[in-house]
């Protein structure tokens, strides 16, 4: 049941207010609030308006509403009251349960992992190579552990298996007509956008709207719109507006200005208190020793050594996902992600609730460095990558890597590549399935690692944009449609999926 609108609005507000009461910008205001009690301009009897306006003028009413801006942006539209803690996180029972199991799959194979090599998934390390660690932590990649016994946890093939898999108990088969003409691999029923619905939510990509990095072939010589488009970059970072800068990045970031217009949108601004808390994490990575570091080690080795663009960032990637693996505050995004934070139990204390520790948020590594890489290009400060990246993770990757029925998640983007390369390429789409190329073996990966390793970095930095711009991943969806489109002709030639591939 949707909640009438006024009350919807005031327990929104009611959360957000919840939300913000324990943040630092609270206490930022309050101090600064104090402070201006003591300027002339400031006169008892007009005490409440006069303070307001002094926060309007210097600067701080703005922060404000960016934070109240990004809390909307991140957290999903509060249920009816009466709906219980679960449907926040995922309202249909069965996505619910196929997440737990396929969590529960993933935390089997740490823990034979585990057993096989007998080692901890968590030891404290000894002093001697804390300080070592501690010593080589710029330029960890000179290392060369033998990790030849640690396998992935879980390939991109094994999770679209169990996407496959996924079933409505709620239909009998063949009876529901309307969706049984679904020809794709993913067979569950669920609401994604026609074309005239995509052409509306993304207007701002129309043809005759200047795109950055594409309005090459315009009529208009590229400066002009390429000028003009810079100069209003440098008017919305000047006004400091995260919604302003969501709105402008639709159409594409100018190289230069693309790390401060992300910052402004995630609203993160590297303040001291952040930056202690990077360190704190830093150097539970130093005294701790998780399995993880293995994977994530192994993992770096075999994606960012080998890939030319991003082998020389290969000490940020270790920093950057050692601490994430560590930063229990990642954990607040599960409470409007279908997944359940993994929990592991301390030895010989199976089931026993207070000797439950959160083990790491997420394990699949491989995709997460993949997210990384791209933002080394544009921070260098690792305290800022560090943040960048978990905000964009709680925002939008962890949608890749479970599964659920919102419209960014996973099974929604399928079904949307699917379901747009059936309507519109009918025939290719018969074609492939037809030769055993089912077009979602080959673009799964893509989308499930949003395209990272597999479009240059300046055109994958422009695809994120309108990921940020739009505050959505549906775009994933369809580009790889587009890659088919653009494709179709040779891919009618082809008669098997290595060929098509």
Same mark, same amino acid.
């Given at each position: ?266 609203? %993160? *601004?590297?303040? #001291?208190?952040? @930056?202690?808390?990077?360190?704190? =994490?830093?150097?539970?990575?130093? $005294?701790?020793? &998780? ?111 479970? %599964? *659920?029925?919102? #419209?960014?998640? @996973?099974?929604?983007?399928?079904? =949307?590549?699917?379901?747009?390369? $059936?309507?519109? &390429? ?76």
């Amino acid at each position: 049941a949707m909640l009438d609108p006024d009350s919807g609005l005031s327990l929104t507000i009611a959360r957000i207010v919840q939300r913000l009461k324990g943040s630092s910008l609270h206490s930022q205001l309050e101090r600064q609030a104090r402070v201006s009690l003591h300027k002339p301009e400031i006169k008892l009897e007009s005490l409440k308006e006069d303070i307001k306006d002094f926060l309007k003028t210097s600067g701080w009413e703005k922060k404000l509403q960016n934070a109240v801006y990004s809390e909307l942006n991140v957290f999903p539209s509060p249920c009816h009251p009466a709906a219980p803690p679960e449907h926040m996180k995922e309202p249909l029972a069965y996505m619910r349960k196929a997440q737990g199991s396929w969590e529960k799959r993933i935390l089997k194979s740490l823990n034979s992992m585990c057993t096989e090599l007998s080692i901890p998934l968590a030891q404290k390390r000894p002093v001697s190579e804390q300080k070592e660690l501690l010593n080589k932590w710029n330029e960890m990649g000179t290392d060369e552990p033998d990790l030849s016994l640690f396998r992935p946890v879980y390939a991109p093939k094994d999770f679209l298996e169990v996407l496959m898999n996924l079933r409505n108990p709620n239909y009998e088969n063949g009876e529901q007509p309307s969706f049984r003409n679904h020809l794709g691999l993913i067979q569950v029923p669920l609401k994604v956008k026609d074309i005239p619905e995509l052409k509306e939510e993304f207007s701002e990509l129309g043809l005759n709207i200047g795109q950055l990095g594409i309005d090459d072939s315009a009529q208009v010589p590229p400066e002009f719109f390429e000028n003009e488009h810079v100069r209003v970059g440098q008017k919305v970072l000047a006004e400091q507006d995260s919604a302003a800068a969501q709105q402008y990045v639709r159409q594409g970031c100018p190289t230069a200005l693309r790390a401060d217009l992300w910052a402004l949108i995630l609203n %993160i *601004s590297n303040q #001291p208190e952040d @930056i202690l808390y990077y360190e704190q =994490l830093k150097s539970n990575v130093i $005294q701790h020793d &998780l399995l993880v570091d293995s994977l994530i080690y192994k993992d770096v080795k075999l994606t960012a050594s080998n890939d030319d663009y991003y082998f020389v960032f290969e000490d940020y990637l270790y920093q950057v996902l050692l601490c994430f693996s560590r930063d229990t505050s990642v954990l607040e995004h599960f409470t409007y992600s279908s997944a359940t934070p993994p929990k592991s139990y301390i030895r010989g204390k199976l089931g026993m609730e207070e000797y439950a520790v959160f083990y790491p948020p997420n394990v699949n590594y491989n995709s997460f460095i993949l997210s990384v890489a791209p933002l080394c290009f544009l921070y260098h400060e690792p305290s800022k990558l560090y943040q960048i990246f978990r905000e964009m993770y709680v925002r939008f990757f962890f949608r890749l890597h479970s %599964i *659920s029925s919102h #419209p960014s998640g @996973i099974v929604s983007l399928c079904l =949307l590549f699917e379901t747009l390369l $059936q309507t519109h &390429l009918p025939q290719l789409f018969f074609h492939l399935r037809e030769i055993g190329a089912q077009p979602l073996r080959i673009s799964f990966k893509w989308m499930v690692r949003a395209f990272s390793g597999y479009l240059a970095t300046d055109q994958l930095l422009l695809l994120w944009d309108r990921i940020l711009g739009y505050n959505s991943l549906e775009i994933l969806a369809v580009l790889a449609a587009a890659v088919f489109a653009f494709r179709a002709v040779n891919l009618m030639e082809v008669t098997s999926l290595a060929a098509a591939e």
